[in-house]
Nanobody
Framework: VQLVESGGGLVQPGGSLRLSCAAS????????MAWFRQAPGKEREFVAA????????YYADSVKGRLTISRDNARNLVFLQMNSLKPEDTAVYYC????????????????????????WGKGTLVTVSS
C-alpha cells in the first residue's frame, strides 16, 4: 500500500495550492479518503474527508469555504484545492485512507476520522508566508 502526496510548497498569504495524493495497493474506490495536517509543535488535525463515491464531503470549520477535497476513482487520486491560504495553514499535510465499511462520522467527530484511517502517506509541507 502506498499513499504519495505532492504539490506542497511555499505560497504567499491569499495564494492557492493544489495537493494531490496518489494511491496504490488497495481498492481505492472502496475507501473514504481524508486530509490531515500537523503544524510544528501541534497535534495532527483533521482537515477534510470524502466518501468512497465522492458524494459526501466533510470539512473542519477552520477550512470551510477555502479548501475543497475531491477524488478521481478512475486514476486513484485524491486532491485538496487550497485557496485564500493563511499563515496558520502552514503544516505538513497528510493523505489517509480508511472506513472501507462505509459508515462515516460527521466532520466534528475528528477522533473517529483519525482512528478510522488504515493507511497514511508521508506528508507534504505547505508553508504560507510572505
Amino acid at each position: 500500500v502506498q499513499l504519495v502526496e505532492s504539490g506542497g510548497g511555499l505560497v504567499q498569504p491569499g495564494g492557492s495550492l493544489r495537493l494531490s495524493c496518489a494511491a496504490s495497493g488497495f481498492t481505492f474506490s472502496s475507501y473514504a479518503m481524508a486530509w490531515f495536517r500537523q503544524a510544528p509543535g501541534k497535534e495532527r488535525e483533521f482537515v477534510a474527508a470524502i466518501s468512497w463515491s465522492g458524494g459526501s464531503l466533510y470539512y473542519a470549520d477552520s477550512v470551510k469555504g477555502r479548501l475543497t477535497i475531491s477524488r478521481d476513482n478512475a486514476r486513484n487520486l485524491v486532491f485538496l484545492q487550497m485557496n485564500s491560504l493563511k499563515p496558520e495553514d502552514t503544516a505538513v499535510y497528510y493523505c489517509a485512507a480508511g472506513l472501507a465499511h462505509g459508515s462515516y462520522p460527521n466532520e466534528y467527530d475528528t477522533s473517529r476520522w483519525y482512528y478510522g484511517m488504515d493507511y497514511w502517506g508521508k506528508g507534504t509541507l505547505v508553508t504560507v508566508s510572505s
